[in-house]
């Protein structure tokens, strides 16, 4: 290939150099028909014709392979495409029911809360009831440990009082006839 786009290159240089020199006919050197333009092309000609020859399948196959892949792509393409028409269809169809959607779902809510409402207030009445029973019951237990805790303090009080009364008025002697009758009655006790 190069030799020939060489010689071709060759041939158009030599025949220059004829015409210059006056080898060549001059009408072999017309304006607009000279030879060596015409011996460019046959040289030309005959390359285009080789690399065909030599690179045309390689690159047949490789156009028919590319040809192929961008039929598959394309072919992918309208799938693509119909999937995505088949889902819009799809989406426009529900587009146009929502507004039915939305006041459904608006007055699901509606019931719901109202029925979260009522169910509220029965819990809260109800718990309502159990807290006062529960108070009820506290005050009414903190009643009893308030009348046994003043029992407690009365019968500790008298006590003391009593031991004031009897530490103060009570004589050695006197005790000592008390703890004399305390264990003959404890003696007639075992008897």
């Given at each position: 290939m190069g030799l020939l786009l060489f010689s071709g290159s060759f041939t158009?240089?030599?025949?220059?150099?004829?015409?210059?020199?006056?080898?060549?006919?001059?009408?072999?050197?017309?304006?607009?028909?000279?030879?060596?333009?015409?011996?460019?092309l046959f040289i030309f000609i005959i390359a285009a014709l080789l690399l065909h020859r030599r690179f045309g399948r390689p690159i047949r196959e490789a156009l028919r392979s590319r040809s192929?892949?961008?039929?598959?792509?394309?072919?992918?393409?309208?799938?693509?495409r119909d999937a995505a028409l088949a889902k819009l269809s799809e989406v426009e169809a529900r587009f146009a029911?929502?507004?039915?959607?939305?006041?459904?779902?608006?007055?699901?809510?509606?019931?719901?809360?109202?029925?979260?409402?009522?169910?509220?207030?029965?819990?809260?009445?109800?718990?309502?009831?159990?807290?006062?029973?529960?108070?009820n019951r506290?005050?009414?237990?903190a009643a009893k440990a308030a009348k046994h805790d003043l029992r407690r303090f009365a019968a500790q009080e008298s006590v003391r009082l009593a031991e004031n009364i009897l530490a103060r008025e009570i004589r050695p002697e006197d005790d000592t006839a008390l703890a004399n009758r305390n264990l003959q009655e404890l003696g007639r006790v075992q008897a």
């Open positions: 158009f240089v030599a025949l220059a150099a004829f015409a210059e020199d006056g080898w060549l006919p001059w009408w072999l050197n017309y304006p607009g028909l000279e030879v060596w333009k015409f011996a460019n192929e892949a961008i039929k598959r792509e394309l072919q992918k393409a309208r799938e693509e029911s929502l507004d039915a959607e939305v006041a459904a779902v608006k007055e699901k809510a509606r019931a719901e809360a109202e029925a979260e409402k009522q169910r509220l207030t029965i819990s809260t009445e109800k718990d309502i009831a159990k807290i006062k029973e529960q108070a506290e005050i009414e237990s």
